[in-house]
């Protein structure tokens, strides 16, 4: 699925579930940090969490910690290349993969 905007991917991704978003930076109406901070937003009423990839032609120091900073699980600047890319997916994974097996705690307690 292709958005065009970043108000068209907000909308997107609360009408359809999505494994991964590969999210442009730079995009019109609305960009890619504003995008993602909308559905951050959103996720705090769901629970859930969509992972999302930066990409963007902005690859000047500190871009890629302003992205994660603003939400982004990833980052991979243009021109892409497929390593870099997998790389960025595979790192997504793995932590996702964590999370959902990381032991959960019970607590019990015994009436008095």
């Known amino acids: 699925m292709l958005a065009e905007t970043g ?5 997107v991704v609360e009408k359809q579930t999505f494994d991964l978003v590969l999210m442009d930076v730079q995009m019109p109406e609305m960009d ?11 996720e705090k009423t769901t629970g859930k969490h969509l992972p999302i990839i930066a990409m963007t032609a902005n690859a000047m120091i500190g871009d890629k910690e302003h992205c994660l900073q603003t939400g982004m699980d990833g ?13 960025a997916i595979e790192s997504i ?10 032991p959960q705690a019970l607590a019990a307690h015994a009436g008095e």
């Open 7 to 11: 108000k068209a991917a907000v909308a």
């Open 32 to 42: 890619g940090l504003e995008a993602t901070a909308a559905i951050r937003e959103r």
């Open 75 to 87: 980052y991979v600047a243009k021109p892409l290349s497929a390593k870099d890319l997998f790389e």
């Open 93 to 102: 994974v793995t932590r996702e993969t964590a999370k959902s097996h990381e």
